[in-house]
């Protein structure tokens, strides 16, 4: 029996995930495995999920199904609990459990760029990644957390996220977002265009993660490199999470090498 795997999501058709995922069956020697994109929007979903038959054995779950995966599954991870969002449905039995590789995966970025136990986090914007950059600081132990946002009530989401993970929240106005150079880790979230105007002040220790990938690099991502301060980019994540999910779903150590130099040629 073939074992299938896809991503699901909407907008579709650009997920680079089916690139990396086969990358990786080719280079385990999976033959048996076949990973697709679905296209899918939350209105769908549960009717999707309910007709997967037992030769599906993960999802990966994009935009904008990560909070409608996870109240669909039969059990979830704590991390996934904690956040509010899942972006990995693995088959166990006869029910879907629900996990999120997002944050260990940008944990995963962010210390092979140098950041340690303990710094400050920046995050510029308040949508559904900002819940994984507050999971990567609770991870990392961050002492604290301001989130830049244009919407007060979506940062008080995340404080409430925060409070779960044991991570203080401190909102600030988006006006004031040059001053998140003075943080140890700025995590960009907010899509192409919106942080182009920032030209923050980067400390010595700081490092930058701009979630983006096309346009690369963006201005925030030039300002940062042209000051000599690492960065990470949406790329690294993508590659990071997928790795996880590939462990996840196969049960077989995932050949990351392979999977990142399929997504370096593209």
Known sequence: MTRRAAVLGRPIRHSLSPVIHRAGYLAAGLTDWEYTAIECGEAEFPELLAGFGPQWRGLSITMPLKETALAHAADATPTAVALGAANTLIRRGD???????????????????????????????????????????????????????????????????????????????WDAAEACGDADVVVSTVPAGVADGLRPRFRDSTIVFDVL????????????????????????????????????????AAPEAHMRAALQDL
């Open 95 to 173: 029910g879907w459990y629900a996990d999120n590789t997002d944050a260990p995966g940008m944990v995963d970025v962010l210390r092979r760029a140098g950041a340690r136990p303990g710094g400050r986090f920046a995050v510029l914007g308040a949508g559904g990644t900002a819940r994984a950059a507050l999971g990567a600081a609770a991870d990392l132990v961050a002492a604290e957390v301001t989130v830049y946002a244009r919407r007060p009530e979506a940062v008080a989401d995340l404080a409430t996220i925060g409070d779960r993970l044991g991570v203080r929240v401190r909102p600030a106005a």
């Open 213 to 252: 990938y096309d346009p690369w690099p963006t201005p925030l991502a030039a300002a940062a490199m042209a000051a000599g301060r690492p960065v990470v980019t949406g790329r690294d994540l993508l590659l990071a999470q997928a790795v996880r999910q590939f462990v996840l779903f196969t049960g077989v």
